[in-house]
């Protein structure tokens, strides 16, 4: 007999605890640091902050499978594992850098320009839509597979 598996949920028992902190921040920090535009890895940790202007942030944002998602869900495991205020004090440095570099993606986003909407693609025959029962049928440029009507559509053109 088959049985529906259960869904995950995310609750404290299911985030992975680390067990060596001190290196698990040296990795992030590493791997957060690849992540970050040129000019920000030159002088190692914490990054500097001083040439924002010049930089598209909005790629940073998109970055990877799960873009800053990813960046989250780690500083989330990091957060479970911390025991003493020195890994707080450490923990902190790197959340307030995340929090500029994601203020730095929302300002790019925000500044990007409004996009146009579509030309309507020019259609070489001058068909009307069909419509039964006040629902227009859908069309599609030419060289697109067309929707086929539902058999209810079609008997309802009949009467």
């Known amino acids: 007999m088959w049985m529906k598996p259960k869904s995950r949920s995310y609750t404290a028992e299911h985030i992975p605890h680390v067990s060596d902190v001190r ?9 957060w640091t690849l992540c970050q535009p040129a000019w920000r890895k ?5 990054l500097p902050r001083d040439n924002a202007g010049s930089t598209d942030w909005v ?3 998109a970055r990877g499978q799960n ?12 957060a479970f594992s911390v025991q003493s205020e020195k890994e707080w004090a450490e923990f902190n440095k790197a959340v307030d850098d995340i929090q500029w570099v994601i203020d730095q993606v929302t300002d790019s986003l925000k500044a ?3 996009p146009a909407p579509p030309a309507p693609a020019p259609s070489k ?4 839509p069909k419509t039964s029962l006040g629902t227009a049928l859908i069309t599609r440029g030419e060289g ?16």
């Open 23 to 31: 290196a698990y921040r040296n990795d992030w920090i590493a791997w």
């Open 59 to 61: 790629k940073l944002g």
């Open 42 to 46: 030159k002088n190692g940790w914490p």
């Open 125 to 128: 025959t001058s068909q009307k």
């Open 67 to 78: 873009g800053l998602f990813l960046v989250v869900m780690s500083t989330t495991w990091w």
């Open 144 to 159: 697109k597979r067309q929707p086929k009507p539902t058999r209810r559509l079609l008997e309802a053109e009949q009467f």
């Open 112 to 114: 990007l320009p409004a």
